[in-house]
Each structure stands twice: as C-alpha cells, then as structure tokens.
C-alpha cells in the first residue's frame, strides 16, 4: 500500500526567532540534523543540563488552545506548528534547540518554520521509514466533536477536518481535504492562521496573556468577518485546523497510510488520535514479535 522511503533529516542547521503568543517571551528555534531513529526531540538549552523532550504522544499533557509536552520538570508548549512544519515537510529526525518552553506564534501560521527547513535541505539516511497502514477505522471523541481513522485505498495520508461553529459564530463554516504532500505543503497548508473570534481575543487579552498581540499578528473575527486582515485561503479556518490536527497526529512518531477526518476538534482529541494510532502500532509490533518467535 505504502512505498518504502527512507529516513530523512535536515542537511544544515536553520533558525527562527519570534515571539510567544501566550508568554510574549522572545524565543530562538535552533533546527538541526539528528541521527537516523531520533525522532523528533525538542532541547530545552536555558535549562540546566538541556533537558530534552521527545515529541512522542506519551509526552503530551492536555492543554487547552495548544499541545504541551512535558518529559521530567521540563515542557514545550505550542509546538503543533513546529511538528507539522517537520511532518508535512518528512523529516523524520531533528533536534530542535529552543532557548524558552513557548515555541515562537510567527503570523500564526507554520510558513516561516516550513520556510527554514525547506532552505535547510535534506538529508537521506540509512533507516527506513515506520509506516502503519490503518486497516479498520478508529474513532475518538463523542457525537459533536470527534477524529476518526479510516483505511484508504489512495496512498499515503489523506486529511479533512470540518469546521463548524454553528449559526451564530462570525467563524464561517467551512471544511478542507488535503492529502499529505511534501512538494506542496509549504503553499497549501503551512501559511493557514491561527485565528479566533474579537470576544475570544479580548477575553484572553483582559487575562493578561497574548499582550503583544494584534489584528495583524492573526485572524481576528469580528462580525463582519476578519479585522484589519484578509484571508489567505477561502477556507483558511478549516485550513488552519488541518495544519493543527497534521502537527498533534506527528505525535504518533509514524508515517500513516489511510484517511483521517475530524469534526470539530482540537488539540485534545487529535492528540488523543495520535495515542490511539502509536498504541496500534505497539500491539502489532507484538504480534509480529510473536509471530517471529
């Protein structure tokens, strides 16, 4: 079903410094080749000892409006854009040294990420890539809102995430399919906002968090739709779910074949997916274990 293809990693080191969206802290992103079956780990170097956490599912903590990873007394947060950046662009292993635990919030997009890895190249290595074709549908969540895995005749990974906040919202409704493309993410999928409604953004702004942020910096909404801003794509909400649900399922720390849709989601539910999908993966490495015994 799949095609075998090897791991791959970045050729040179690559930068990108922002700032937090929720923190407002400035942070530098330091991308740099791994050896074949590291994975993907995020090295906290303001740290002592430069604690590193490895972005697997297991290291999640649920948190709202963005994925956190917690190994030990350190964490990242807001990694989501990063992930699909490395995911959406198959590089399998990279070292990303962060100098602050919030990831920076860019134009609220994963362009600027996918743009440095992109001018970074790549590099082939030995390893061959772990795929795991999905051979009956998975589901998590409740009727409203959920993500489910199905098998698919096309190869490689085919997304759709529907979005639909009801009558009410000033959030049009609306829903985006992409399959998985290394050679077109960087202009369909990576420039995707983040976006909310102007109630939303003063709420959290009245909190004390998100500061520095204005109408520029994402997409605000208010009832005429979007403020001091216009959309990249007609659908750049959805879009932008897709971008989030592609960097929450990176999580499962294997390249999927099959079709993944979600309804209304966020980072819980596909974090939850890309458990469910690693945890699939463990039992048939059992199996097969057994089988070779």
């Not at 992103?29 to 079956?37: C, D, I, R, V």
């Not at 490895?54 to 994925?67: D, G, Q």
């Not at 070292?95 to 860019?106: F, K, L, N, R, T």
């Not at 895995?149 to 049009?172: E, K, N, R, W």
Request: hydrophobic fraction near 40%; glycine fraction near 6%.
């Amino acid at each position: 079903m799949h095609h075998l293809r090897f791991q791959q990693t970045i050729q040179h080191a690559a930068q990108v410094s922002g700032r937090g969206y929720w923190s407002s802290k400035p942070i530098t992103l330091t991308f740099l080749p791994a050896p074949g079956n590291t994975g993907i780990l995020f090295r906290r170097i303001d740290l002592e000892g430069r604690p590193e956490i490895e972005a697997i599912a297991t290291n999640r903590r649920e948190t709202n409006l963005r994925t956190t990873l917690v190994s030990d007394a350190a964490h990242v947060e807001m990694i989501e854009h990063v992930m699909a950046a490395l995911y959406g662009l198959d590089i399998d292993n990279c070292i990303v040294e962060c100098d602050s635990a919030e990831m920076p919030g860019m134009d609220g997009s994963a362009v600027a990420f996918a743009l440095a890895l992109e001018q970074a190249g790549t590099n082939r290595q030995a390893d061959v890539v772990q795929h795991l074709s999905i051979s009956s549908p998975l589901r998590v969540g409740d009727d409203k809102n959920w993500v489910m895995a199905v098998p698919s005749a096309d190869p490689g990974l085919t997304l759709q995430y529907q979005l639909d906040y009801g009558p009410d919202s000033s959030i049009p409704a609306t829903t985006t399919t992409q399959l998985l493309e290394r050679n077109n993410f960087s202009n369909t999928i990576a420039p995707a906002r983040t976006f909310m409604t102007e109630h939303d953004a003063r709420h959290l702004q009245m909190q004390g968090v998100a500061s520095h942020v204005t109408y520029r910096d994402l997409v605000v909404f208010g009832p005429n739709g979007p403020i001091d801003n216009s959309l990249r794509f007609e659908d750049e909400c959805s879009r932008h779910k897709l971008l989030d649900l592609i960097g929450d399922l990176a999580l499962c720390g294997l390249r999927v074949q099959g079709k993944i849709i979600a309804s209304r989601s966020g980072h819980i539910l596909n974090g939850r997916m890309a458990e469910a999908i690693r945890n699939l993966e463990n039992s048939h490495s059992q199996v097969r274990n057994r089988n070779a015994a």
